[in-house]
């Protein structure tokens, strides 16, 4: 059974950091392509950043870039997301997920509010 559980949302303020991390299990992780995406509140959810299996290649949605890391450590079975200088527009709740065949498993997701 897969199972993806987020960790390391937080209420923080506009210029900080925070990490999160996503806890993989249930489905062969070294080889998958492991995503991150969010919704903010009335809107769509969007994909943020993917890395590959082996962590070699990663990409970002425009509004991120330079300022998220996703990264990944394949004998935890684990994703994170490094994000720096957030803002407002960085509200949302963010999601791990992974394609299987053709079916997509989301996680729980933890919420994220940036606000001063």
């Known amino acids: 059974q897969v199972r993806l559980v987020e960790f390391g949302g937080a209420l923080v303020q506009p210029g900080d950091s925070l990490r999160l991390s996503c806890a993989a299990s249930?489905?062969?992780?070294?080889?998958?392509?492991m995503r991150w995406s969010r919704q903010a509140p009335g809107n769509q959810r969007e994909l943020v950043a993917s890395?590959?299996?082996?962590?070699?290649?990663?990409h970002y949605v425009n509004s991120v870039k330079g300022r998220f890391t996703i990264s990944r450590d394949n004998v935890k079975n684990t994703v994170f997301l490094q994000m720096n200088s957030l803002t407002s527009e960085d509200t949302a709740d963010y999601y791990c997920n992974v394609r299987l065949g053709s079916t997509v498993h989301w996680g729980q997701g933890t919420p994220v509010t940036v606000s001063s």
């Open positions: 890395i590959t299996a082996d962590g070699a290649i990663t």
């Open positions: 249930g489905f062969p992780f070294n080889t998958s392509v």
